[in-house]
């Protein structure tokens, strides 16, 4: 049962992929292979459904006992007051109490659970999409949380060395394209070399990020973009100037140019980055 | 038919071409060889006015699925999809229809009759579950967005803009002009499938009392 749930708790899992033609996006973990790690390490088929906190402040009682594993954002994992390791297997009893702390680093924290987190599915995911509004409801407390049956044996190993998220920038890569022609020259080679600023105004559809405006190129100044279809990590360029990274819930179209798109593997490093530090892209080719 | 591809990151690819009609071909060849085991590795095909975006998993080997998208020869489509008609009743009394009026140089009962006159088929879904983009067969009702959003358009909204005409399935901020409001469940989970509009589904809308 949810305790606290922090800012923001949702189940999470490898999403919604094929939906497009109603409307719907992939969603799943923010950060996949945080999520991916912890089913690992508790046993559990890598897409199973977690929980994923956001910064922390997530609390729950365990009634028939359980076997976990907390990855993702490193953060203090507290049973009965007791603390345990993250990125480990924990036993918790029967009764006791789950705290996540807030982390130190990072942003989401993942809370895997031997068995799965077996709340209905919805279009085949129990993953929560906040854009769409599908799934799950962000949880509250009061919740109760089914958990299903625990198939196969864990692995050997119960513990998992990762590194943790940096603190300072970050730099990740992108593919420029597939509309950065819409801009001057001198904007793209900003895009490289600016550190931009997340801002406050972030989730799990988008960060936006903060630096200089970007600037059209001849033709494009009043162009409208004939709507098209993204995908997670695109960096939509507003009607402003200003950028947006697509995170998990991005929409499943959208009508302003994407200038440039992170590496898949980078962007479950976006969804560790906080408000306030500084993101730097690196263009690679393909 | 000329085909710009783009990538989109190391696992998108965005072929361009010319308009929907092209895209309705291009997916469905596209969907075919998915179905037949020729495209190992593609998770998803996501239609937009005049792309294709060919979104694949790391398994994929990206330089054999471009030379797939980029070389296909689409099968000319039969006149269009499905031959029924699907019937939206609306009552004509959005917020817009003044707007659009002026903008289009027509009165409203001119243009409730251009949106009622003409057969508007899917030809992409976005923004949110069940909203299909509706191309109609002439220019009459081409209006751009609202210079400002609105907080909050009631589900069931029947709106145009940027060449299109779309029903909101819930309530939901929203920049497009507002013309009407129907009754008819754009998303229902207890359907299959949820939406009633997706692309291909073809539409006419009649005014009611």
Redesign the interface.
């Known amino acids: 049962m949810v305790e606290a749930t922090g800012p923001q708790a949702t189940v999470q899992d490898a999403g919604r992929?094929?939906y497009?033609?109603?409307?719907?996006g992939?969603s799943g973990a923010a950060d996949r292979a945080a999520a991916r790690l912890g089913n690992r390490l508790v046993g559990n088929p890598e897409d199973a459904a977690v929980l994923e906190a956001t910064f922390g402040g997530l609390a729950v009682r365990v009634r028939g006992g359980a076997t976990v594993a907390v990855t993702g954002a490193p953060c203090e994992v507290v049973v009965d007051g007791r603390p345990v390791g993250h990125h480990c297997r924990v036993r918790v009893p029967a009764g006791a109490r789950l705290r996540l702390d807030a982390p130190a680093a990072g942003v989401r924290s993942y809370l895997a659970v031997r068995g799965s987190i077996a709340v209905d599915p919805?279009?085949g995911s129990r993953s929560t999409d906040v854009l769409?509004?599908?799934g799950p409801a962000a949880l509250s407390v009061g919740d109760v949380l089914p958990v299903g049956a625990a198939r196969g044996v864990p692995p050997a190993t119960d513990l998992a060395p990762v590194a943790s998220p940096p603190a300072g920038d970050v730099s990740v890569r992108?593919?420029?394209?597939?509309?950065h022609d819409w801009f001057t020259a001198d904007a793209v080679q900003a895009l490289l070399r600016t550190p931009w600023t997340v801002s406050r105004d972030s989730n799990r559809v988008g960060m936006r990020l903060d630096g200089p405006a970007m600037e059209r190129a001849a033709g494009f100044a009043d162009a409208?973009l004939?709507?098209?279809?993204?995908?997670r990590?695109?960096l939509q360029i507003a009607a402003s100037g200003r950028p947006t990274v697509f995170l998990a819930d991005h929409?499943?179209?959208g009508?302003y140019p994407?200038a440039a798109?992170?590496?898949?593997?980078d962007t479950d490093l976006l969804a560790q980055v906080r408000a306030g530090q500084r993101l730097r892209f690196r263009a690679v080719g393909? | 038919m000329s085909r710009t591809l783009?990538?989109?990151?190391?696992?998108?690819l965005?072929a361009e071409v010319d308009d929907t009609a092209a895209v309705t071909a291009l997916h469905a060849a596209l969907r075919e060889e998915m179905t037949a085991g020729r495209l190992a590795g593609v998770?998803?095909?996501?239609?937009?006015?005049?792309?294709?975006?060919v979104?694949m998993t790391?398994r994929a080997d990206?330089r054999a699925v471009a030379a797939v998208v980029g070389e296909i020869e689409p099968a000319p489509q039969a006149a269009s999809g499905p031959d029924r008609v699907l019937d939206i009743g609306v009552v004509y009394d959005g917020d817009d229809l003044d707007e659009v009026a002026a903008h289009t140089g027509l009165t409203v009962p001119e243009v409730v009759a251009a949106h009622t006159g003409q057969v508007w088929t899917v030809a992409?879904?976005?923004?949110?579950?069940?909203?299909?983009?509706l191309q109609g067969t002439d220019d009459r009702l081409v209006v751009p967005r609202r210079d400002e959003s609105r907080i909050s358009v009631p589900a069931g909204a029947v709106a145009l803009a940027?060449r299109f005409s779309g029903v909101y399935?819930?309530p939901s901020p929203g920049g497009w002009q507002l013309i009407g409001q129907t009754g008819e469940r754009m998303w229902d989970?207890d359907r299959d499938?949820?939406?009633l509009l997706?692309?291909g589904t073809r539409v006419r809308f009649h005014e009611e009392g």
């Open positions: 992929p094929g497009s033609d109603l409307g719907v992939v919805v279009l769409a509004g599908l992108v593919v420029l394209g597939p509309r409208e004939p709507s098209e279809g993204v995908v990590g695109s929409p499943v179209t009508g994407v798109v992170v590496l898949d593997a393909v | 783009r990538p989109c990151g190391d696992l998108g965005l998770a998803d095909l996501i239609r937009g006015a005049r792309t294709v975006l979104r790391p990206v992409f879904a976005g923004f949110a579950p069940g909203f299909g983009y940027a399935p819930r989970l499938p949820p939406a997706t692309p």
